[in-house]
């Protein structure tokens, strides 16, 4: 099967990730995901801290009200917050930001 929805996706055994015509990865979904992590952001007032994350980091996602940063360090997601009060901490990544880190290494 060939798709372009990493939810499809991550219903496959095995997956196969091309970019530029070149594969750039391949395995289980698990061997993947294993020990990928991202960065997750909860804060009080999550659109300002949204705004300001999004500024400085180019693959920002709102999760509910939780902001997951992916490819990026704690330390560096503290320092963008600057003055803004939220508790930053790091959880395993998904497909779809494992996805978005690939495509920059590429």
Do not use: K, N
Request: with cysteine; glycine share 6%; net charge negative.
């Amino acid at each position: 099967m060939t798709t372009h929805h990493m939810s499809e996706a991550e219903q496959c055994d095995r997956v196969m990730v091309l970019m530029s015509g070149r594969v750039v990865v391949s395995g289980t979904m698990a061997s993947l995901l294993d020990g990928e992590e991202t960065v997750v952001v909860a804060a009080d007032d999550w659109s300002d801290a949204f705004a300001r994350l999004d500024t400085v980091f180019s693959a920002v996602a709102l999760a509910g009200r939780a902001i997951r940063v992916p490819d990026a360090t704690v330390a560096a997601v503290r320092a963008a917050l600057g003055d803004i009060p939220a508790e930053v901490c790091v959880a395993p990544a998904s497909f779809d930001e494992v996805f978005v880190t690939l495509g920059r290494s590429t």
